[in-house]
Every structure is written in C-alpha cells, then in structure tokens.
Nanobody
Framework: QVQLVESGGGSVQAGGSLRLSCAAS????????MGWFRQAPGKEREGVAA???????TYADSVKGRFTISKDNAKNTLYLQMNRLKPEDSAMYYC????????????????????WGQGTQVTVSS
C-alpha cells in the first residue's frame, strides 16, 4: 500500500522560506514522476512543481525562481524548497506520485497522479 506523508508546513512572514518534505512507503520515487500541488480555500487545486524520472523539473509560472523541487531517491523523499514566500502562496500543499509514465506536458495536471498525501498547511503573513 502506497503512503505519502508531507511535513514541513507552517506559518512564516512574507519573504521567508520553508522546506516541505514528502516521505513515501510502498512507492519508489526513482520510477515515477512526482509533483507538488496546492489548494487555497475557495480555489481549485493547482500544480506547483513536478520532477520526472530523469530529474527534469517543471514549475508553475507563479513560483518560478522562488521554489525548487528535488528528490532523494535513496531516502524516498521529495522536497519543495520555497523561498521569498508571498501571502498568495498560502495554501494546503500536497505531494503526489504517478503510477505510470506521464507525458511531460501533463506533469502539473492533478488528474495524472494516482497517489496523494494528506497535505501540509503553509500560511504566509504580510
């Protein structure tokens, strides 16, 4: 059974940083595309960043240059380093894993992912 568990969320002031982690059991990070998503109250879930099996990364325009996705295959852990945080980054953040190959143009689409964590809350105050 696949289980993804996020951690690292919290409350920070604008301009601050946080690093989210997503630990997996029953799932091999090196084999599939992984992504980070977020959902703010009243808004749709949006893809933030994704990392494919070859290490290639994709970012939403809103976070480019501020967020960095990475993974440690040996530790089966996915990370999202978030710098220069803004109030509009406040949301519940989820990690997700695919169960099959994902077309590179779709790596930030939530419907291509099969496994999801429970989420970790990020709150950025102005």
């Amino acid at each position: 059974q696949v289980q993804l568990v996020e951690s690292g969320g919290g409350s920070v002031q604008a301009g601050g940083s946080l690093r989210l982690s997503c630990a997996a059991s029953g799932y091999t990070y090196s084999s599939y595309c992984m992504g980070w998503f977020r959902q703010a109250p009243g808004k749709e879930r949006e893809g933030v960043a994704a990392i494919d099996t070859d290490g290639s990364t994709t970012y939403a325009d809103s976070v480019k240059g501020r967020f960095t996705i990475s993974k440690d295959n040996a530790k089966n852990t996915l990370y999202l380093q978030m710098n220069r945080l803004k109030p509009e980054d406040s949301a519940m953040y989820y990690c997700a894993g695919a169960a099959d190959w994902v077309l590179p143009s779709l790596v930030t689409e939530d419907w291509v992912y099969d496994y999801w964590g429970q989420g970790t809350q990020v709150t950025v105050s102005s």
